[in-house]
Structure formats: C-alpha cells, structure tokens
C-alpha cells in the first residue's frame, strides 16, 4: 500500500512505536518502504481510532 506524504508526526509515532518493540536488527532504517508505510498507515488508523473512542493515545506525539 502506497501511501502519500503522511503526516510527519504519525510517521514519528509509528517509527518510535516500532523502535521501541523491535530489536536492534530491526529498528526502523533496517525496513523497507513497503514495510514503513504499512506501519504508518496502521499508526493513523489506530490514532483515528482512538480519536472516534475520544481516547487521547498515551503515546501520541
């Protein structure tokens, strides 16, 4: 999935997410494109999740 220009505060929020969770072989610049923006994309939609949920994420940049 392709994904436009994201917002540069979710892409923030899904590469510190993923960071945090991967090891040090798989920290965000070791991924590939498709990879990142699949993550970008599941990182906006859990934040518009949460928005609908009117539920402040706790680590929401």
Do not use: C, H, Y
């Amino acid at each position: 999935m392709k994904v436009d220009a994201p917002d540069t505060s979710i892409a923030q929020s899904a590469e510190n997410r993923w960071n945090a969770e991967a090891d040090e072989f798989n920290q965000w610049g070791a991924l590939g494109q498709d990879e990142k923006d699949e993550l970008i994309v599941a990182e906006q939609e859990r934040l518009v999740s949460a928005e609908r949920a009117g539920v402040i994420p706790s680590n929401a940049e």
